[in-house]
């Protein structure tokens, strides 16, 4: 049963700084692409960022690059998202989920995720 | 970026009627269209992959279909769980952009 824990959301001020973690278990995790979505209050799902298998290629969207990193410990089976220079507009619940194709790809859709971390970012 | 555009953005049906649902990006994307099913307080479930190959484990009453631009999620009938919010995902290039979503609430 593949399992999936996200862990490390909290109140922040902005300009801060958060370390989200995602632990998985259930599969073998360095088989597979990871990514981060997430959803601010009362709204749709945004994709936040995205890597492959063996950590070589990573991909953000605009609203948050050069500002979180994405990483991967395939040994821990761990997915991290650091998030630095937060904002009030990067409040929402960040979910971590593995992507559906084996082989290391991101193109695919999510068929695991986790039950969401709750960042807010307020001063 | 590519936008993905959504019909209707809510809508009323009772138990039983067929639903269907359309997804329109703004340029081709072949078949890299994810749908997902979320109900209040849960994390977004994969329905549907690679626009017309049902998730494992999801009923039969849910299809999609389409390529390129344009893409349908269809319920054939209904049921009392399927009362939630649908999102349709890109996923051929970055960032892999969700569509606003479609409510469906009873009628």
């Known amino acids: 049963e593949v399992q999936v824990l996200e862990s490390g959301g909290g109140l922040v001020q902005p300009g801060g700084s958060l370390r989200l973690s995602c632990e998985m278990s259930g599969f073998t995790f360095g088989n597979y692409g990871m990514t981060w979505v997430r959803q601010p209050p009362g709204k749709g799902p945004e994709w936040v960022s995205a890597i492959v298998a063996k950590s070589d290629v990573t991909h953000y969207a605009a609203s948050v690059k050069g500002r979180f990193t994405i990483s991967r410990d395939n040994s821990k089976s761990i997915l991290y998202l650091q998030m630095n220079s937060l904002r009030v507009e990067d409040t929402a619940l960040y979910y971590c989920a593995k992507i559906r194709a084996p082989g290391g790809t991101t193109r695919d859709g999510a068929d695991y995720w986790g039950q969401g971390t709750p960042v807010i970012v307020s001063s | 970026d590519i936008q993905m555009t959504q019909s209707p953005s809510s809508l009323s049906a009772s138990v039983g009627d067929r639903v269907t649902i359309t997804c329109r990006a703004s340029?081709?994307?072949?078949?890299?269209l994810n749908w997902y099913q979320q109900k209040l307080g849960k994390a977004p479930k994969l329905l549907i992959y690679s626009a017309s190959n049902l998730q494992s484990g999801v009923p039969l009453r849910f299809s999609g279909g389409g390529s390129g631009t344009d893409f349908t999620l269809t319920i054939s009938s209904l049921e009392p769980e399927d009362f939630a919010a649908y999102y349709c995902q890109q996923s051929y290039s970055v960032p892999y952009t969700f569509g606003q979503g479609t409510k469906v609430d009873i009628k």
């Open positions: 340029q081709n994307i072949d078949n890299y």
